[in-house]
């Protein structure tokens, strides 16, 4: 009876001890994805910031007229600037710092982004991804399986994907800012609007990783920790294969490549729309200006502002619509081109008695 009785104690004191594990590893879950969230739900918080008072400032209320000034005052740039307005500015070929910094950090984001994809992530199909996560969600298997989730998988390699398409625009508007436009010796820009487009640069690349972004930074000091510790000839060998580092991204699925379309849409035509304004500035005076001609400027005033907008919808288009964090990206971007578009199609008008009646400021048949 006593062995029975020591018997039965080591197998509620054994259960006791099952249940404290799986209680602990279900504790540390909950936390570490409390963590993956802190820095999606930081960025949001941010492009929530900076849209609603945009929003605010452009209801037709004559009490939030003077936010209206306030923010116009800091969004005036180049041509619509006032000659008078030069406290607290900066030259407007400052635009080249955006570049510069945006360029640096998007790669920076996608060369590790892309090593952590490929050195510890499988490639994920996204019907697999989509149909452990029904599965999960009626009751199935867990999402989980070794370090990562199929849901973790597609995260990952649809950043890569997504920080792809934000390299070609980066890399192009520094082209762009180096070799097309030339900027009037008088074109100044608010120090605000400086900083304002110094974290646009900084933020929107780091919104479409977001998801994994603290997997890749976990990933890469623990790389940079080994190879202190234990030195460069130490280091395990990584065989690349050329096939392996791409294929995952033509695995992820169709709305990827449709996004991919709609971006490429988006991004030729706002380079043949800045090859039109660079133009018009090689072709006169420094101080003169003319009426832009020619593809989507016969139908609004500002088409690189519109080409903007498809661009950053893209990216919602390329995660299904479902990514909350570039969702919010992409209505900032919409508000902020939107006021400054407003005020860019008021200035030709009062500029130019001929101004095409027909055209609209920056979307068609809306505004």
């Given at each position: ?10 197998n509620?004191r054994?259960?006791?001890?099952i249940?404290?594990?799986?209680c602990s590893?279900?504790n ?6 409390e963590m993956h ?6 960025l949001?918080?941010a492009?929530?910031a900076g849209?609603?008072?945009i929003?605010i400032a ?6 939030l ?5 306030i923010l ?9 600037m006032?000659?008078s ?6 030259p407007q070929?400052f ?8 360029s ?5 984001l996608?060369?590790?982004t892309?090593?952590y ?5 499988p490639?994920?199909?996204e ?7 029904t599965?999960y969600l009626i009751?199935?298997?867990?999402l989980g399986t070794?370090s990562?989730?199929m849901l ?5 390699w ?6 792809l398409?934000m390299e070609?625009q980066?890399?192009r508007?520094l082209f ?5 436009f030339?900027?009037s010796?008088?074109?100044?820009m608010h120090?605000?609007g400086?900083l304002t487009g110094?974290?646009?640069?900084l933020?929107?690349?780091?919104s479409l ?13 623990n ?5 202190i510790v234990?030195?460069k000839d130490?280091m ?5 294969e050329l096939w392996?580092?791409?294929?995952p991204?033509?695995r992820?699925?169709w709305r990827?490549?449709i996004?991919?379309t709609v971006?490429f849409?988006g991004?030729i035509?706002q380079?043949?729309?800045?090859k ?5 500035r ?11 001609h020619?593809d989507?400027f016969?139908i609004?005033s500002s088409p690189?502002y519109l080409s903007?907008?498809?661009i ?7 995660t299904?619509?479902s990514?909350?964090?570039?969702w919010l ?8 081109l939107?006021f400054?578009a407003v005020?860019?199609h008021?200035?030709y008008h009062q500029?130019?008695e001929d101004?095409p ?11």
């Amino acid at each position: 009876m006593k062995m029975n009785n020591s018997h039965g104690s080591f197998n509620q004191r054994d259960c006791s001890d099952i249940v404290l594990q799986s209680c602990s590893r279900e504790n540390y879950s909950v936390m570490e994805l409390e963590m993956h969230m802190v820095l999606p739900q930081l960025l949001r918080l941010a492009w929530i910031a900076g849209t609603l008072p945009i929003l605010i400032a452009s209801i037709p209320i004559p009490k939030l007229n003077f936010l209206h000034t306030i923010l116009l005052g800091f969004a005036r740039r180049g041509k619509i600037m006032h000659s008078s307005s030069q406290k607290f500015t900066l030259p407007q070929r400052f635009f080249l710092h955006f570049y510069i910094v945006a360029s640096i950090w998007t790669t920076f984001l996608l060369v590790t982004t892309w090593c952590y994809a490929y050195t510890m992530v499988p490639p994920v199909r996204e019907s697999s991804a989509y149909s452990t996560i029904t599965s999960y969600l009626i009751g199935g298997s867990a999402l989980g399986t070794g370090s990562t989730t199929m849901l973790q998988r597609h995260a990952v390699w649809q950043a890569v994907f997504l920080l792809l398409l934000m390299e070609a625009q980066v890399l192009r508007r520094l082209f762009e800012t180096i070799y097309v436009f030339k900027y009037s010796p008088s074109a100044r820009m608010h120090v605000l609007g400086y900083l304002t487009g110094m974290f646009f640069y900084l933020a929107a690349p780091l919104s479409l990783c977001a998801d994994c972004a603290l997997d890749v930074f976990y990933f890469l000091v623990n790389l940079v920790t080994k190879f202190i510790v234990i030195g460069k000839d130490h280091m395990p060998a990584v065989e690349v294969e050329l096939w392996q580092v791409v294929n995952p991204l033509f695995r992820l699925g169709w709305r990827h490549w449709i996004g991919a379309t709609v971006f490429f849409w988006g991004w030729i035509h706002q380079q043949r729309c800045h090859k039109i304004l660079g133009s018009l500035r090689n072709s006169r005076q420094a101080e003169e200006y003319a009426i832009p001609h020619g593809d989507w400027f016969e139908i609004v005033s500002s088409p690189h502002y519109l080409s903007e907008m498809v661009i950053y919808g893209s990216f919602v288009v390329a995660t299904g619509w479902s990514n909350l964090t570039i969702w919010l990206l992409l209505v900032f971007v919409l508000a902020n081109l939107s006021f400054a578009a407003v005020e860019t199609h008021r200035w030709y008008h009062q500029k130019f008695e001929d101004y095409p009646s027909s055209r609209f400021a920056v979307i068609p048949y809306i505004l």
